[in-house]
């Protein structure tokens, strides 16, 4: 019996444990290299929460403490925020494939692909973090990813718009300033890491604007006002500079939209 990668999607989503949802990854993507497909007139499952570990505690954004990249504490700090962001897209990239029904095949491809990178990216850092002494879950963190899931859980458009291209899209703009400072540090290892995963994250965003343009062309509306409107709406919040222009070109970002983003990041000072 063919396996349905829609639901082994939802299964990573679920699943509650570190090792059980990276695995639960690694069937998933076992499945996709074997060829099973997906069962797109399935509608997807309203999931409000993921299955989640017991640690980290999630906090508010204001709650989380700053800490000194000069010591060893404070550089744990950063590389467990990150690696929560990179847990957290998994779920993202799992939800798009289990919720979305009635997309093209490429779609479940492309975003079982990132589910994939992104456990790599968690594994990359949860080394990172053994190596000196800590583990993901030390730290408490933020929920800001999976809130934004729920706000655009009705649309595939809100979606791609608002989670790929608006906060996978700061990752791109912050992450050169996160290499510089480890630099700083001498810590080689985790500077590495930071440059694979910026790499592998313009393709993430870029991902997320095939599939904008694509909801836009079949809903016949315009992207680069459709999606500055969305931004307008929810997100104009999240837009800070300074850009990563280059990045954001190769992911897809029109001069249009990086004017827009500049104006609307202006308004909202
Ligand atoms: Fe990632
Ligand atoms: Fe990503």
Redesign the pocket.
């Known amino acids: 019996m063919a396996t349905d990668l829609r639901r082994l999607a939802r299964d990573v989503l679920m699943a509650d444990t570190i090792d059980s949802k990276l695995a639960a990854v690694d069937v998933l993507a076992a499945a996709a290299e074997a060829g099973c497909g997906s069962d797109v007139s399935v509608p997807g499952t309203d999931v409000t929460r993921p299955g989640r570990p017991d640690k980290p505690q999630l906090v508010p954004p204001k709650a989380l403490p700053k800490r000194s990249l000069l010591q060893t504490e404070g550089r744990a700090a950063l590389l467990h925020a990150i690696a929560h962001i990179e847990f957290n897209?998994i779920d993202l990239a799992c939800d798009a494939v289990q919720r979305f029904a009635e997309m093209p095949d490429g779609f479940y491809m492309d975003w079982i692909s990132?589910a994939v990178?992104?456990a790599r990216h968690f594994r990359l850092l949860q080394e990172q973090l053994a190596g000196i002494g800590y583990a993901y879950g030390d730290f408490a963190a933020h929920d800001g990813l999976w809130e934004m899931a729920l706000r655009t859980r009705h649309d595939c458009l809100a979606r791609m718009a608002l989670v790929p291209r608006l906060l996978?899209a700061r990752g791109l703009d912050v992450t050169p300033g996160m290499i510089a400072k480890l630099d700083q540090t001498g810590d080689t290892a985790s500077v590495e890491v930071l440059e694979i995963i910026l790499r592998?994250?313009v393709a993430?965003v870029a991902i997320g604007t095939h599939w904008f343009n694509f909801c836009c062309r079949e809903r016949n509306c315009d992207p680069e006002s459709t999606f500055l409107d969305l931004l307008k709406d929810v997100g104009r919040g999240a837009l800070r500079g300074p850009y990563n222009d280059d990045a954001r070109r190769l992911a897809g970002f029109t001069s249009g939209e990086m004017r827009g983003i500049r104006v609307l990041a202006n308004d909202a000072v």
Request: aromatic residues 0%; glycine residues 0%.
């Open positions: 897209a990132v990178d992104e996978e592998e994250e993430h």
